[in-house]
């Protein structure tokens, strides 16, 4: 391994090479550590008296010669310090026998503190609690004399050594606290990753028989803010248990693959472990961050999405309507969006911009110039659209009907009929990706939990940029409380225009319906404003309002008919009431009701400065608040499938 030295978020610096991995942590501050390290574990305080006095963390790859005995543990790591150049004294020094290849580190930041975790791991000395002991003394040290019949074994080398750096300081009880989550964290990873005890290979292993770990922080100072409380509810605790976990997890896998073990046996047991979570769709497929690659699906995710797909189409007893459109949510759950390229609403999408970039200002500056060309533009995109999905809708029964016997007559030494149900199924998700391309309730669901995330870890910078994701509106100048009222109001008007609205459509006319309202709703969405679209975008936002009057008001009794279920009927009866009050301040006649509706359920405030206030006597939104929508909204969802597909069987 080539030797690299690396600046940590925490201030301190990582060098990795062969035989060791050492931390050097900034000289100008006093360090305070917890640790079951040889060399000066336990707790220990470290001072720095000149800018050539350091502290340091030292985790030394044992060579394979050395029996445990002689030198000493704590001579050899001493020893080991002193090749290194800096003072045992203000080293913390671990042994370990895993491989340098299987270094790993991970991160947390949040709110100005940063914490930096560092593990190798080996796997071979793997124990359970309560495992049985190898050594059966307690307080004498080991040596050779100790032994009986039976009683000495030889030992295989495996520790997993964790090193954590925090750049803040942390009381003692919120130190010895944070340790213990450290270890939570480590024997989690183990278990999620079917680590099984050497000594009883039905038990998951909780760690190895020599494992090390150390938390090193700065020392308190008098007038100096601390990290008082580090139990499970608080930030602190998750940053540091995600960090472990996440460390630790690297690191074994690599051990895992570079011990050869049976990789395909490993990964049936994880998907067997996350069944029940797959059941909840592992979404969203989007970056964390605007314009980053998007994700794959876990191959767990997949499997469950297609599973259930084909069990819809074979084994559901409903019309193929109801079918189809209980397949697309499916779909929507668990599976990417199909292809961008061709994706019906990026074509509708690009082709709105196509027309954009050919039209002259001149258009945009005269009012009569402009309604004219832009009743024109909308005329011209739900017609192509619509024919287009038509003609494709048709071509698909064309060959479902015709196929087989195009099969029987050119194909006759070749023809079974299983070619015409390869057809059918072949058309039957055609349409279906055609319907889900109209709508995301998934999606649409789980970014506001991805906003809530961010704004509860002060990510404020994060969360401005994924607004964009959700709405138009300028994000550089919100606060948290902003950010979360705009995710409040964008999750009640999008659950109506991107899933309530095309489910109402598609009822009344099929996927051709739920299609012709998403290309009018997109246009709506990129021309529908005042300013330079004024009149070119008049006739699709007037339209806009008119086929979402009725979707608008359904979203409203259904956000308050979830509220009743979630969060009792005095919030929902509440919503209704701040609706009905409020829905006028919005400029939109249709956006207002469930916005107020929102904001009256959940008694929060939903503003934007200069235009409305809703709920205005509601306190400040917050990231509760929004989880709280999100259960909502997302049985909304449900609720409006379920009286979707009970209408379009009757």
């Not at 000594?199 to 008082?228: H, N, W, Y």
């Not at 196929?403 to 023809?415: C, D, K, L, V």
């Not at 009701?593 to 200069?610: I, S, T, Y």
Request: charge should be neutral.
């Amino acid at each position: 391994m080539i030797q690299n030295k690396t600046n940590l978020s925490s201030g301190a610096t990582v060098s990795v090479n062969n035989e060791r991995v050492r931390v050097d942590l900034p000289t100008s501050n006093t360090y305070q550590s917890i640790s079951s390290a040889i060399l000066n574990g336990g707790c220990q305080v470290f001072e720095t008296s000149s800018s050539t006095c350091s502290t340091h963390v030292i985790n030394y790859k044992v060579p394979s010669t050395y029996d445990g005995l002689n030198p000493s543990p704590q001579s050899l790591l001493a020893n080991f310090a002193k090749k290194e150049q800096v003072d045992p004294n203000n080293t913390v020094g671990m042994l370990t026998a895993a491989s340098m290849e299987t270094f790993s580190h991970s991160s947390r930041s949040a709110m100005g503190v940063s914490i930096d975790v560092i593990v190798t791991a080996g796997l071979s000395n793997s124990r359970s609690s309560g495992a049985a002991a190898d050594f059966f003394m307690i307080s004498e040290d080991y040596t050779p004399d100790d032994d009986d019949d039976g009683q000495k074994q030889e030992m295989k080398p495996g520790t997993i050594n964790t090193i954590i750096v925090v750049n803040a300081p942390l009381t003692q009880s919120a130190q010895v606290e944070a340790y213990a989550i450290a270890i939570e964290a480590k024997c989690l990873s183990c278990v999620d990753h079917n680590v099984a005890c050497a000594k009883d290979s039905t038990k998951f292993a909780m760690g190895t028989g020599t494992d090390c770990a150390v938390l090193i922080s700065e020392r308190p100072i008098r007038g100096q803010q601390v990290i008082k409380y580090a139990g499970k509810h608080t930030l602190f605790a998750e940053m540091i248990g995600q960090a472990v976990y996440e460390a630790t997890s690297k690191a074994i896998m690599t051990n895992i693959l570079h011990l050869h073990y049976n990789y395909a046996t490993y990964t049936i047991h994880r998907w067997s472990r996350t069944f029940v979570a797959s059941m909840m769709g592992a979404m969203p497929l989007i970056p964390p961050k605007p314009m980053m690659p998007i994700p794959r699906a876990p191959l767990n995710v997949v499997f469950m999405g297609i599973s259930k797909v084909l069990t819809i189409y074979f084994f559901v007893p409903l019309p193929n309507t109801a079918k189809l459109l209980f397949a697309a949510v499916a779909w929507d759950r668990y599976l990417r969006e199909p292809p961008l390229t061709c994706h019906p609403v990026c074509i509708a999408g690009s082709m709105i911009s196509a027309c954009l970039s050919r039209t002259p200002d001149r258009v945009y500056k005269n009012s009569f110039m402009g309604f004219t060309f832009g009743l024109v533009l909308l005329i011209f995109m739900f017609s192509t659209m619509t024919l287009g999905a038509w003609i494709f809708i048709e071509c698909i029964d064309v060959i479902s009907m015709q196929g087989p016997t195009f099969a029987r007559e050119y194909m006759s030494g070749y023809y079974n009929s299983s070619i015409e149900h390869a057809l059918n199924l072949l058309a039957w998700i055609l349409k279906l990706l055609l319907l889900k391309s109209t709508f995301s309730l998934q999606l649409l669901c789980i970014l506001p939990l991805q906003m809530a995330k961010f704004i509860e870890r002060g990510q404020i910078d994060d969360a401005r940029g994924q607004l964009c994701w959700l709405c138009s509106r300028d994000p550089s100048t919100l606060g948290p409380s902003d950010l979360a009222g705009a995710t409040l109001e964008s999750l009640s008007e999008n659950l109506s225009d991107g899933f309530v609205a095309p489910l109402f459509w598609y009822v009344l006319f099929g996927p051709i319906g739920a299609l012709g309202y998403r290309v009018i709703n997109t246009l709506d969405s990129r021309v529908g404003y005042r300013g330079k679209y004024e009149w070119f975008g008049k006739p699709s936002a007037r339209l806009d309002d008119v086929i979402n009057y009725i979707p608008a008001r359904i979203t409203t009794i259904l956000l308050a008919l979830s509220a009743s279920v979630t969060l009792g009927r005095r919030s929902a009866w509440r919503g209704l009431q701040i609706a009905w009050k409020d829905q006028h301040q919005c400029e939109s006649p249709n956006a207002g009701w469930p916005m107020a509706c929102f904001a009256g359920l959940l008694g929060v405030q939903l503003k934007k400065e200069g235009a409305y206030c809703l709920g205005a006597s509601g306190k400040e939104p917050t990231p509760v608040d929004i989880r709280a929508g999100h259960r909502v909204a997302e049985l909304a969802g449900g609720i409006t499938l379920v009286i979707a597909i009970v209408a379009v069987i009757s």
